[in-house]
């Protein structure tokens, strides 16, 4: 199940289970949204983006999920394996300047138990 | 995917003294790099973005005296914390965009460096 802790949410899965993670966006004029992964100890891992002007587009075993209405991003992951076990950071980007500079979202833990 | 990496990826150091922190990208040039600092168990927060050539823009809160950073090439990045502090103890990462990727809102991040201060 979901819990939220003092600083991060945690979500916690059998292997083999689908998992969801929830990201709620500020900026209705970002254009861009990204998510990341990032294990213990290491920088952030893109995974996999969406334009604003879409509503959902599926990766290898990912799936992002944009809801412009209510600000709200997803990332569904089929098949969780125990590697998937890391921090989840959605971003949203607008343009500036001709740079797309990214602002993190709160980030969720996921755990995956063998 | 382009690769960025970051040194040295971990330092301690005494209270009052500074540390340089180099991000590279080693396959690609870029004209932007952005600094971020995590603090345990939160999320990245840009510090400021290092533009090639020219002087760093820096997010609202973060001092530019004490995070200095230059950006002489196409492939270096420095940030300078100096006078460290405890409450500068944090995990620096470095990112940069490669204009030739296709993705045009990606950054490439670097592993990240640990710094403790003493």
């Known amino acids: 199940g979901e819990s939220v802790g003092l600083h991060l949410p945690t979500l916690s899965v059998q292997e083999g289970d689908n998992s969801i993670i929830n990201c709620a966006y500020s900026?209705?004029?970002?254009?861009?949204f990204i998510w990341y992964k990032q294990e213990s100890g290491k920088g952030p891992q893109f995974i996999i983006d969406?334009?604003?002007?879409?509503d959902k587009r599926q990766g290898q075993r990912v799936t992002v999920l944009l809801n412009k209405t209510v600000k709200h991003l997803s990332l569904q992951i089929a098949a969780t394996q125990p590697g998937d076990s890391a921090v989840y950071f959605c971003?949203?980007?607008?343009?500036?300047?001709?740079?797309?500079?990214?602002?993190f979202g709160r980030g969720t833990s996921l755990i995956v138990h063998p | 995917g382009a690769v960025v990496s970051q040194h040295p990826s971990w330092v301690i150091c005494k209270s009052g003294t500074s540390v340089k922190i180099e991000c590279r990208s080693l396959?690609?040039?870029?004209?932007?790099m952005f600094w971020y600092r995590q603090f345990p168990k939160q999320s990245l927060m840009l510090m400021a973005t290092?533009?090639?050539?020219?002087?760093?823009?820096?997010e609202q809160g973060v001092e530019k005296d004490k995070f200095l950073i230059n950006h002489a090439s196409l492939t270096l990045s420095t940030l300078t914390v100096t006078s460290a502090h405890p409450e500068d103890s944090s995990f620096y990462i470095c990112?940069?965009?490669?204009?030739?990727?296709?993705?045009?809102?990606?950054?490439?991040f670097g592993p990240g460096t640990r710094l403790t201060v003493l």
């Open positions: 969406i334009r604003s002007n879409m």
């Open positions: 290092s533009n090639e050539g020219s002087k760093a823009t820096y």
């Open positions: 900026n209705s004029a970002s254009d861009y």
């Open positions: 396959d690609f040039q870029a004209t932007t």
């Open positions: 990112s940069a965009r490669d204009p030739n990727h296709r993705g045009v809102g990606e950054q490439f």
């Open positions: 971003a949203e980007t607008k343009a500036s300047g001709g740079s797309y500079i990214p602002t």
